[in-house]
C-alpha cells in the first residue's frame, strides 16, 4: 500500500489569497514573516523571513460536525504552487513530532487511531494507521498546537 500527502486545494487557497472569507468568514491576515518556521499550507514549504504570508482559520472538512476541528494556518500571501502529491515527506514538516489522526468515510474519528509520530516515522505511521479499513484519510497536525499541516490519502 502507498501514501500520498496531499495540500490545501489550489481553489481555495486562491480565494483566500484574494481576500476571500475563511472558516470564520474573515479575511485573513496580512502579515510579513520574521522568523522562519511558519509552513504554507499549500505549497507545503516554510515561508520564510520578509515574506509576505496569511493567517487565517481553516476547518479541512466539507462541513460543520462536532469532529470537524478548526483552528489556525498559514499560506503565503503570494500565489505558490500546490506541494505535495508524492509518497515524499514535505519540507515544511519540521518539527521533532506529529499528531497523526484516522478519518473515515463520515469525516469523524476513527477511533483507536490516533497516534504522535516522530517526524521519520510519519510514512511508517501512516502506513499503520491505513491498515484499518475504515479509515479514508489522515490529518497531520502539530504535536504542540494541534494545527492542521496537511492530509495523508492511501494510494
Same mark, same amino acid.
Given at each position: 500500500?502507498? &501514501?500520498?500527502?496531499?495540500?490545501?486545494?489550489?481553489?481555495?487557497?486562491? +480565494?483566500?489569497?484574494?481576500?476571500?472569507?475563511?472558516?470564520?468568514?474573515?479575511?485573513?491576515? %496580512? +502579515?510579513?514573516?520574521?522568523? #522562519?518556521?511558519?509552513?504554507?499550507?499549500?505549497?507545503?514549504?516554510? &515561508?520564510?523571513?520578509?515574506?509576505?504570508?496569511?493567517?487565517?482559520?481553516? +476547518?479541512?472538512?466539507?462541513?460543520?460536525?462536532?469532529? /470537524?476541528?478548526?483552528?489556525?494556518?498559514?499560506?503565503?500571501?503570494?500565489?505558490? #504552487?500546490?506541494?505535495?502529491?508524492?509518497?515524499?515527506?514535505?519540507?515544511?514538516?519540521?518539527?521533532?513530532?506529529?499528531?497523526? %489522526?484516522?478519518?473515515?468515510? #463520515? #469525516?469523524?474519528?476513527?477511533?483507536?487511531?490516533?497516534?504522535?509520530?516522530?517526524?521519520?516515522? &510519519?510514512? /511508517?505511521?501512516?502506513?499503520?494507521?491505513? /491498515?484499518?479499513?475504515?479509515?479514508?484519510? &489522515?490529518?497531520?497536525?502539530?504535536?504542540?498546537?494541534?494545527?492542521?499541516?496537511? %492530509?495523508?490519502? +492511501?494510494?
Amino acid at each position: 500500500m502507498g &501514501i500520498r500527502f496531499s495540500a490545501l486545494e489550489t481553489d481555495l487557497v486562491r +480565494r483566500l489569497q484574494a481576500g476571500g472569507g475563511d472558516a470564520n468568514g474573515q479575511s485573513p491576515e %496580512r +502579515r510579513i514573516a520574521d522568523s #522562519d518556521g511558519l509552513p504554507c499550507r499549500h505549497c507545503l514549504q516554510l &515561508i520564510e523571513p520578509g515574506q509576505e504570508f496569511l493567517t487565517l482559520a481553516h +476547518r479541512p472538512f466539507p462541513a460543520p460536525q462536532p469532529y /470537524a476541528e478548526l483552528g489556525p494556518i498559514f499560506l503565503h500571501a503570494q500565489v505558490c #504552487d500546490r506541494g505535495g502529491g508524492t509518497d515524499q515527506l514535505p519540507a515544511f514538516l519540521a518539527s521533532p513530532r506529529y499528531i497523526l %489522526r484516522g478519518y473515515g468515510a #463520515d #469525516d469523524r474519528i476513527v477511533y483507536g487511531t490516533g497516534t504522535i509520530a516522530s517526524t521519520p516515522e &510519519i510514512a /511508517a505511521a501512516a502506513e499503520h494507521i491505513f /491498515a484499518d479499513a475504515a479509515v479514508r484519510y &489522515i490529518h497531520v497536525r502539530s504535536a504542540s498546537n494541534n494545527c492542521y499541516h496537511c %492530509r495523508i490519502d +492511501r494510494v
